[in-house]
């Protein structure tokens, strides 16, 4: 029975992540400029309480799916390597025992840097114009929103170990 609880933890971390893929496209489609970063959040939580490969492996995964959600990544799979490069690196933040809220707003700020660099750098190789602004709010966006959800994520993640 012990098999099962990370395979469904594994399940819902995924579940929200697609909503919030969806939530985002959705404000993104009805002119919201700033929108933070949501489908990275069950990534940094995950990770956050079972290292950085259950990280990346969901950070790869929640990428694929806002590649997909229309209107989709360009290029197709970018999104994906920069969530599964986010989701290691917050695995890294792994400590035993509470978390405090500073070192998850730290490990979720790092998190949240390397999309949104990942796009700056794509949009400067592609010779796009690029809002360096706007990335610093929706990393803000996303620091902020990150304080407020990913303890209880972490915290729900982690009760479920003592069943």
């Not at 933070?36 to 259950?54: I, M």
């Amino acid at each position: 029975m012990a098999d099962v609880h990370p395979a469904l933890r594994a399940a819902v971390a995924f579940a929200l992540s697609v909503v919030a893929s969806i939530v985002v496209v959705t404000l993104r489609a009805r002119g919201w400029s700033v929108v933070p970063d949501l489908a990275l959040l069950p990534v940094v939580a995950f990770a956050l309480s079972r290292g950085s490969t259950a990280g990346a492996l969901l950070g790869l995964a929640a990428g694929w799916v806002v590649d997909l959600v229309p209107p989709g990544g360009q290029p197709l799979g970018a999104t994906a390597i920069l969530y599964t490069v986010a989701g290691a690196a917050a695995g890294r933040g792994v400590r035993l025992g509470p978390l405090p809220t500073r070192w998850i707003a730290l490990v979720s700020l790092g998190a949240a840097v390397i999309p949104a660099a990942g796009r700056i750098l794509q949009g400067l190789w592609l010779g796009h114009q690029v809002d360096l602004t706007g990335a610093a709010l929706e990393v803000a966006a996303t620091l902020v929103v990150a304080v407020l959800v990913v303890p209880p994520l972490v915290r729900l993640d982690s009760e479920d170990e003592q069943w």
